[in-house]
Structures are given as structure tokens and as C-alpha cells.
């Protein structure tokens, strides 16, 4: 089975921190994909990649970054915290035209 | 852009049928997913529909009329592991990107 890993699964960080969410897969996947989650709004796209050192912008990139420096890992990067983005993240990975696989989640909340 | 719209509750009791029901509007189609998430959880893949039809897998099936932009995903003989909330997602024509709905909540009853 495809295992999609996030570091952590509770994270509590101070407004103005740059916070750092890892992912990591073990299937080779092209396609990797940040989303956050909120109730009432759903999974919505922040950004994804499809190779390596390659990223595209999602629908709410604003405040976010991202990094793919090997083809495993694919970090979500919080350049400065803000209130308004205490969330769920969930991290997803896919082969192509597939389903995805998604890890369990991080719950990020910041004071 | 995507809309993507699903009833945000249902309730109903073991051993009966749901259907949740899925309607989209998209600049381009290649797909409709539906994935299953238990609170707390992260969400599991239950069906892929890319032409127009019937899915079945076990007690759950899934539906997809392209012109209508519509989608369901049945859940039959009801069990309370059941009670989860069920997320509609289309995949549009260009890359692997999904669109999500806002997710149905499922209560299953005794």
C-alpha cells in the first residue's frame, strides 16, 4: 500500500513563526498536493507539484510556499503565521491520472 | 472555475439505503471521485467514475450522467461504521487536480 506521511499530527505555533509541514510518500508518486481543510468549505488546493523542483499555485496560495527537492518529499512552508490559517493540512500523492492517497493529516493552530 | 455542490447532512438508520447526491459545474471534466472520511481521519478512496453509468463495488455504487453534471454514490444495508462524511471531487481536462465539494456528513442510527 501506499503510505503518504505527515510529520506531525498536532502542531500549535505563534502568530508571525514560519512553520514547516512535511510530507513524505514511498510509491514513486509525480503528483503531490497540499490542501487545507475547514469545516463548511472543505479540502481546498493550496499548491501541488508534479515533479520535482516544479510547483504550481493552487486556489489559495496566498501566504503559503512549498518545496519539492526530491521526488519523495513535499514541504508546505508558512512564511508567517497568521491566525487565519489554523486548519487542517492534509499532504495527497497520485501516479498520474489516478486517485489520490492522502496522509493523515496535520492539525495546525495558531495563537 | 469548479463548483462543486453535495447536501452538507443526512441522517439516517441501519440496514436502510442513502444516496448522496453530487452536481458540478466545471471548464472541463476528466473523472468524478467520491472518498470517505471518518472524523479525525484522512480521506480513503471509495469510487472513479469517468463515463456515464453505474459503479458497483460491494455495497456502495456510484453513478455519473456527464450532460446533467450530476453524480451519487449509494450506500446500501447501512452499518454504523458507516457514519462518516462522504466528499464528491472532479478531476478537471488539464492535470490531475481535484476539486473538492464541501462533503456530506452521513449519521447512520441504530
Known amino acids: 500500500d501506499v503510505k503518504v506521511t505527515q510529520s506531525s499530527r498536532y502542531l500549535v505555533k505563534r502568530t508571525g513563526e514560519k512553520v514547516f509541514l512535511e510530507c513524505v510518500q514511498d510509491?514513486?508518486?509525480?503528483?503531490m498536493f497540499w490542501y487545507r481543510q475547514d469545516p463548511g468549505l472543505g479540502l481546498r488546493l493550496i499548491y501541488f507539484?508534479?515533479?520535482?523542483?516544479?510547483?504550481e499555485k493552487g486556489d489559495i496560495p496566498e501566504g503559503y510556499s512549498v518545496s519539492r527537492e526530491k521526488k519523495e518529499r513535499f514541504s508546505l512552508i508558512l512564511e508567517s503565521a497568521s491566525t487565519n490559517q489554523t486548519s487542517m493540512y492534509l499532504c495527497?500523492?497520485?501516479?498520474?491520472?489516478?486517485?489520490?492517497?492522502f496522509g493523515s493529516g496535520t492539525r495546525l493552530t495558531v495563537v | 472555475g469548479q463548483n462543486i455542490d453535495q447536501p452538507t447532512e443526512m441522517t439516517a438508520t441501519e440496514g436502510a439505503i442513502v444516496q448522496i447526491n453530487c452536481t458540478y459545474q466545471t471548464s472541463g471534466f476528466n473523472g468524478l471521485f467520491w472518498y470517505q472520511q471518518h472524523a479525525g481521519e484522512a480521506p480513503t478512496f471509495l469510487s472513479y467514475n469517468v463515463l456515464d453509468g453505474l459503479e458497483e463495488k460491494g455495497r456502495f455504487s456510484s453513478f455519473l450522467s456527464r450532460s446533467k453534471g450530476y453524480s451519487y454514490l449509494l450506500l446500501k444495508e447501512l452499518q454504523m461504521k458507516d457514519s462518516a462524511s462522504y466528499l464528491c471531487?472532479?478531476?478537471?481536462?488539464?492535470?490531475?487536480?481535484?476539486?473538492f465539494g464541501g462533503g456530506t456528513r452521513v449519521l447512520v442510527k441504530p
Open positions: 510509491m514513486d508518486h509525480e503528483n
Open positions: 471531487a472532479v478531476r478537471g481536462a488539464a492535470g490531475n487536480k481535484l476539486t
Open positions: 507539484s508534479y515533479d520535482v523542483k516544479m510547483k
Open positions: 495527497a500523492s497520485s501516479p498520474g491520472q489516478k486517485g489520490y492517497t
